[in-house]
């Protein structure tokens, strides 16, 4: 069925939002089309007293229900598509996790579903993945937890078929579930779909990539002709539309433009290394961020021996890939949003929909395999309207997919260098002073350990002659204990990798001309510019400053920039924040005797 021209948009749409609401509802009917200028969720603007769901007619124990998540006002997309739902009419939504989207379909489904008293389920949601399913059963379960004898059950892959075959035999108002495991279900005959009478289809495009189209039609045609269809989808590929065309009986369309604004609030950021840097890269990125972090690599194996590596360096990590047990990865999921663990090592697929607000980084070690990869990667990030970074991992080879994905996904990503020792160790510093002075804040409340403290002051005062500033020293020595404190590891490679990369990007010429055009076209901060006391008059040429700065230092040929030879002197470009050691070989080094 061709979709219809939608000539009551305007007319479902609230007036009251459109008119007293501007600044955070912008809304534009375009014939069957409603499109969307969305602000991030926290924008939401509202008194305490104030609950903007009143107005969509909810039952009180919905609206109890949103009071104590929260929840004071619709966001865009639940404003748009609230009212069309509550009509009844079928929806085609464009919208990302994180607009608030699941409420947007669930509020109106639980309030039709209110007194219901039909057996079999009514309502059945498909996602692609277990974890999408399990997040938004929950969602439905938290906004019908007011609502009496109201049951949601999720059915999906990977688990034991006992639990949900006796979870589906009693009352079930709605069903989640993925494409599998509903078709299993309903083959043998547990899952009784005679009086579905409305089905979601979350993530659509997601379903579509991981080859879901088949079984998705093979259950679409086996549920009661007359039902409401809803399609959520982050991009709209023509395959969704088709999908749409064929399925969806004249849909209010609903467009959330605030794609842009979402990844707006994560800063998108890339990184020029080399593949056998990668692991060193991300240690030291985790030097200076490694709370809240989610790690994407594409294989199982990855997962797991970059994991291991980062728990050798101290760092709480585990891992979410394919072969976790189901259990296992609620478990882990629910563990990082706690704070037991900060590091996540996941793999696409499974890391799915995941939707954990202390995510403040999102690491794409490998580089992702299509741009909607990307955007529900970074999408871990910025989750209610937090803000959060996303890094690239970025190669020689991956340079002109880098270029591919700013233009299909319209944003800019800016390129940032791997910390180097300076960076970590002024980080490391950094954190030491505020664990300290947190500590000093924290020690004036501990009332239970006070008598304790004094005691041990006056101790190590009396019985061992100790004074505050031996005392404070010692403290800090028993925090910072015997390892090194600063970091003092070889870094010309974080140099040499920009170089390299600049460098790669100019294939015309001879050798020579090349690196005479690296030296002189790069324009970096990471440099610091020497003079040195011989030039023209001397006899000295580039080649002769570059061999002997190479052969007096261990500083690296390609890590040296722009070399100017002047008269009686010359610059030269080098790495910033040279050790002192290599600092004093160059005060001393002589060209051509
Ligand atoms: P979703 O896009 O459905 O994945 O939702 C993203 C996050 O926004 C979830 O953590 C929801 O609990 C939260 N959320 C949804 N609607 C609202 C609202 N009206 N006010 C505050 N938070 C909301």
């Not at 259950?219 to 991009?235: C, G, H, Y």
């Not at 190590?460 to 015997?482: C, P, Q, T, Y």
Request: with cysteine; hydrophobic share 35%.
């Amino acid at each position: 069925m061709a979709l219809k021209k939608d000539n009551h948009s305007v007319d479902n749409g609230d007036e009251k939002f459109q008119k007293d609401d501007v600044s955070l509802l912008e809304s534009k009917n375009l014939e069957n089309k409603i499109e969307i200028e969305s602000k991030p969720l926290e924008t939401s603007k509202g008194d305490n007293n104030e609950n903007g769901f009143i107005d969509f007619g909810f039952n009180q124990s919905i609206l109890n229900s949103l009071r104590n998540k929260g929840y004071k006002n619709p966001t865009p997309i639940q404003k748009a598509a609230i009212p069309e739902l509550m009509l009844g009419r079928d929806l085609l939504g464009q919208a990302q996790t994180g607009t608030g989207k699941t409420a947007a379909f669930a509020l109106p489904l639980i309030e039709k579903l209110t007194d219901n008293k039909e057996l079999n389920a009514k309502v059945l949601v498909m996602t692609p993945t277990r974890e999408l399913a399990t997040q938004v059963a929950d969602s439905f379960k938290s906004y019908s937890s007011e609502s009496s004898n109201f049951k949601t059950v999720a059915i999906y892959g990977g688990t034991d078929y006992r639990n949900q075959i006796s979870a589906l035999k009693r009352k079930v108002d709605v069903v989640v579930g993925t494409p599998g495991r509903i078709m299993d279900h309903i083959r043998q005959g547990t899952f009784k779909i005679n009086a579905i009478s409305c089905l979601v289809l979350d993530e659509a495009d997601e379903m579509l990539n991981m080859g879901f189209l088949e079984d998705i039609e093979w259950i679409i045609d086996r549920l009661p002709e007359n039902k409401q269809m809803v399609l959520f989808s982050a991009t709209m590929p023509n395959e969704i539309r088709n999908i749409a065309k064929k399925y969806l009986n004249d849909p209010a369309e609903i467009l959330i433009k605030s794609v842009k604004k979402e990844t707006q609030l994560i800063s998108q950021k890339f990184i020029y290394v080399q593949r056998h840097h990668k692991l060193e890269a991300l240690k030291r990125i985790l030097e200076i961020n490694n709370e809240g972090v989610i790690i994407f690599v594409r294989t199982k194996l990855l997962t797991t021996s970059i994991a291991e590596a980062l728990e050798n360096s101290g760092h709480s990590v585990a891992v979410l890939n394919g072969d976790i047990p189901q259990n296992q990865r609620e478990n882990t999921v629910d563990r990082l949003k706690k704070g037991f663990i900060d590091i996540l090592v996941a793999t696409d697929v499974a890391a799915r929909g995941l939707d954990v607000e202390r995510i403040k980084l999102v690491v794409n070690y490998d580089f992702p395999f299509d741009k909607e990869t990307y955007t529900h990667r970074i999408g871990r990030t910025g989750r209610a309207g937090r803000s959060g970074e996303a890094i690239l991992f970025v190669n020689q080879r991956e340079k002109h997919f880098l270029r591919n994905l700013e233009n299909s996904t319209r944003n800019n990503i800016e390129e940032i260098k791997i910390p180097n020792n300076k960076v970590i160790n002024e980080k490391r510093m950094e954190k030491l002073i505020a664990n300290i002075n947190e500590s000093a804040l924290a020690q004036e409340k501990n009332e239970e350990n006070k008598a304790l403290m004094i005691d041990i002051l006056d101790n190590l005062k009396e019985k061992h002659s100790m004074d505050d500033s031996n005392i404070a020293m010692a403290a800090i020595n028993l925090v910072i204990g015997n390892k090194s404190f600063f970091v003092n590891e070889d870094e010309t490679w974080i140099y040499k990798q920009n170089n390299t990369d600049r460098n790669r990007s100019n294939r015309n010429g001879n050798n020579r001309l090349r690196n005479s055009n690296r030296r002189n076209n790069y324009q970096n901060d990471s440099f610091e510019t020497y003079k040195f006391n011989f030039g023209k008059y001397d006899g000295v040429r580039v080649a002769n400053i570059i061999s002997t700065i190479c052969n007096s230092t261990n500083i690296n040929g390609r890590s040296i920039g722009k070399i100017q030879i002047f008269n009686d002197y010359s610059l030269v470009d080098l790495p910033k924040d040279l050790h002192i050691e290599t600092k004093n070989k160059l005060k001393k080094i002589k060209v051509r005797n």
